[in-house]
């Protein structure tokens, strides 16, 4: 797996089922047997998939009495945020630079109006 932790981030979310876990636990914690239930997958190839989330940063486990419940860490999301954010800005920068391009070319291509004056003969 990659070294730098926003490629890990971006490698464990590449797969739709991990996705899809990520979304479950956005909604709350629940432990492996409550994510593996809707799949048609082992329990324990969930917890193959936990274990890509767990190194990238995205969950955590922990202990509630007999309970071991997996937890999104929503704090991992602001890295990828930020670096969605910064090429986001770009991409607007370049589309406002487009518009403006695209106006001053619709403005040189217009005739000029007659003025009120001009047009009306009285």
Do not use: C
Not at 32 to 47: C, F, G, K
Not at 68 to 92: C, G, S
């Amino acid at each position: 797996m990659a070294a730098d932790p926003l490629s890990r981030v971006f490698s464990a979310l590449a797969d739709p089922t991990r996705r899809d876990i990520v979304a479950r636990l956005a909604v709350g914690d629940a432990t492996v047997n409550e994510l593996a239930a809707p799949y048609d997958v082992t329990v324990q190839a969930v917890s193959k998939h936990l274990k890509v989330l767990e190194d990238a940063g995205l969950v955590s486990r922990s202990r509630d009495a007999q309970r071991r419940p997996v937890h999104l860490e929503a704090n991992v999301f602001d890295l990828m945020t930020k670096w969605i954010e910064r090429y986001r800005r770009q991409a607007e920068e370049r589309y406002r630079r487009l518009d403006d391009v695209l106006r001053a070319m619709s403005d040189q291509m217009q005739p000029d109006a007659p003025s009120p004056r001009e047009g009306n003969p009285s």
